[in-house]
């Protein structure tokens, strides 16, 4: 019983290297970046130790070595994914803007790793040192936000699960046709008359004018984060205003550059 109860609870928690033993001829992270470009070139069904092994040149009992299973292999994986975040920026004391965009760097990390998605869906979030210090530094960007600590950490969760949402449709766009003619396809439906809801939201004077996904996911974020926290909503006016400013000053920003 006393074994069970001292049992290291995730990978992180066992030294990578025994006490004993010869030199471990390869590394966690090696492996780990071995195993994450075979998940983004096949899938996450195609990491396999046996499968691992081979592109590595060993056999599959020599990876035990270094992890005990495939699932700490997963959660190796997980949070490699968080480590590619860039948390070195200091907050510049706007919260919204600096949490947007962390938002829009998980989302990019998904985009990137899309079996990403479904492996927390699976094992849920085992939260490793770079998840940890994500936290951290999200935690720290709402030190001056309203709200409590349990709000905060609410915001933090609404903020990933949208992230994964908004890139697994960015990643499904690439493959379901032009969105030219999806939009031109619902206009044509709405306006046969039979949905007359939809019709009036796509023909009303104060409708949301076209925008890429990511600024849909920017503007969603802006609404959302300061209302769970107990702010005032901003109206989409001013959110549609402060886009089309940040967006010519990095036009002047890139034409002085040139």
Do not use: C
Not at 54 to 69: K, M, N
Not at 189 to 197: I, N, Q
């Amino acid at each position: 019983m006393a074994d069970r109860e001292t049992r290291p609870t995730t990978v992180w928690s066992r030294p990578e290297r025994g006490a004993r033993g010869p030199a471990p001829e390869r590394s966690r992270a090696q492996i780990t970046t071995a195993a994450l470009a075979l998940a983004d070139a096949e899938g996450l069904a195609a990491v396999s130790m046996r499968a691992l092994a081979q592109q590595l040149g060993t056999g599959p009992a020599s990876l035990y070595r270094y992890v005990g299973s495939r699932d700490e292999l997963l959660d190796l994986m997980a949070d490699a994914v968080a480590g590619e975040l860039d948390l070195s920026a200091t907050p510049t004391g706007d919260w919204l803007d600096d949490l947007v965009g962390l938002a829009r760097q998980s989302k990019a990390a998904h985009v990137r790793h899309p079996w990403l998605a479904d492996l927390n869906d699976r094992r849920g979030e085992v939260l490793g040192p770079h998840a940890i210090d994500y936290l951290d530094h999200a935690l720290g960007i709402l030190s001056p936000a309203p709200g409590t600590a349990g709000q905060k950490l609410e915001v933090i969760g609404l903020l990933g699960g949208l992230a994964v949402l908004f890139a697994r449709r960015e990643s499904a766009a690439t493959s379901s046709g032009d969105p030219a003619a999806r939009a031109a396809h619902l206009a044509a439906v709405a306006a046969e008359g039979r949905h007359p809801h939809l019709l009036a939201a796509l023909t009303t004077a104060d409708a949301p004018p076209p925008a890429d996904r990511d600024a849909q996911f920017v503007r969603l974020l802006r609404r959302l984060l300061p209302a769970m926290l107990g702010q005032d909503e901003r109206s989409d006016q001013d959110d549609w205003s402060d886009q089309d400013e940040r967006s010519g000053q990095d036009e002047r920003s890139g034409q002085g550059e040139s």
